[in-house]
């Protein structure tokens, strides 16, 4: 018998302090990848248990890039927090002032990179369902490939370009490895080349690559496009849509996938 792996931990360093904190079943929001176990044994060989096993995990996983993009949104809110604390409380012109302002200017940067990555990863575990369905003959069976092509394309007019900004995020040193590099990740300006390595502006993380410039936004809006994203992916496995994780805190994924996500 194939077992299906429980998740339900996380572990966080926060400010210097240790916090564990175990999430266990039946807790409000916790979700238990458990609950497939009983459709994982009924399928009629291991090998179509181990393949099925790789679709439900990749599944499973969307809704974790969901909340990672939630969470780089959230850091981003919150290093705009503490940056307000330290403009009331620290004197400018200090040491202190600067290495404070320069950590929170790094936070965001990095809720900007990771909210790129995590757009790609959606697009990738798109591409690894559906090429993984041909090994699936029951889950197969009651897939909608057309929902599935056209939640891609739904990622695409949502996060333009968004393979491109992975790549900005993803290679940085490479984008400077050499002046001719850094010229080929330039985009032209009215007086010459400009090439950024990757800042936040208003709630969007600005970059250039491959002479494209890049916007990733980070705030609540984008999080609903990404989740109703996911929520359409879900909808295209009506027979086990019920036995995935909730998306958009809790709603129903049927109620979710009624609205296509705007244009950005």
């Known amino acids: 018998m194939i077992r299906v792996c429980h998740e339900y931990a996380t572990f966080c360093r926060i400010w210097g302090v240790d916090m564990n ?30 393949h099925s096993m790789v679709v439900l995990l990749n599944l499973k996983n969307l809704n974790g890039y969901v909340n990672d993009y939630a969470s780089a949104i959230g850091l981003r809110r919150y290093a705009q927090t503490l940056r307000e604390e330290v403009l009331r409380t620290v004197p400018s012109g200090t040491l202190d002032f600067t290495n404070q302002m320069h950590m929170l200017k790094n936070w965001d ?76 990740n330039a985009i032209e300006v009215e007086d010459g080349q400009k090439l ?13 690559f491959k002479k494209k410039l890049l916007k990733v936004p980070l705030n609540e809006e984008a999080r609903q496009r990404l989740n109703s994203v996911v929520a359409l992916i879900y909808s ?29």
């Open 21 to 50: 904190y175990s999430f266990t079943r039946g807790m409000p929001g916790v979700y238990d990848i458990g609950v497939l176990q009983s459709f994982v044994n009924n399928l009629p060989t291991d090998e179509e248990q181990h």
């Open 109 to 184: 940067e990095m809720a900007g990179r990771e909210a790129s990555m995590t757009v790609y990863h959606v697009g990738k575990t798109i591409e690894q369902i559906r090429g993984n369905l041909r090994f699936t003959e029951t889950i197969a069976a009651d897939a909608d490939v057309t929902i599935l092509r056209r939640a891609a394309s739904e990622l695409n007019r949502a996060f333009p370009d968004y393979d491109i900004a992975r790549n900005a995020a993803g290679h940085r040193a490479e984008a400077f490895a050499s002046l001719d590099r850094m010229k080929s």
């Open 196 to 208: 950024l390595i990757g800042n936040m502006e208003g709630d969007k993380y600005v970059t250039t």
């Open 236 to 264: 295209a496995f009506p027979k086990i849509v019920n036995m995935l994780p909730p998306l958009n805190f809790g709603v129903p994924v049927n109620e979710v996938a009624e609205t296509t996500p705007e244009k950005p």
